[in-house]
């Protein structure tokens, strides 16, 4: 007879840069290492991206939990186009 050793499956977990939910086919939610900073999608500082979501130029962002937040891939490459045409 044989055994076999059953093991519990280890729960994998990424860094904030790898995670990005599927929102659907055509959007994703980013996380803010995604959004800003050298890796981001926007090269601006934490606070002059929080700045411009005050100012309403960036929107807010989707809350997934109390201490979660991401944006909208969609909404972020629109601010990125809209930059990219000068209409500041």
């Known amino acids: 007879m044989e055994h076999f050793q059953t ?6 977990t ?6 990005a939910l599927t929102l659907n086919s055509d959007d994703q939610l980013l996380r803010l290492p995604q959004v ?3 890796e981001g999608l926007l090269p601006i500082s934490r606070s002059t991206f929080y700045d411009k979501i005050k100012q309403g130029e960036l929107p807010e962002p989707v809350k997934l939990g109390p201490r979660i937040s991401t944006w909208k891939k969609s909404d972020i490459l629109a601010f990125v186009a809209k930059m990219e045409a000068g209409d500041e």
Do not use: V
């Open 14 to 19: 990424g860094s904030d840069e790898q995670i």
């Open 7 to 12: 093991t519990k499956p280890e729960r994998q």
């Open 36 to 38: 800003i900073g050298p």
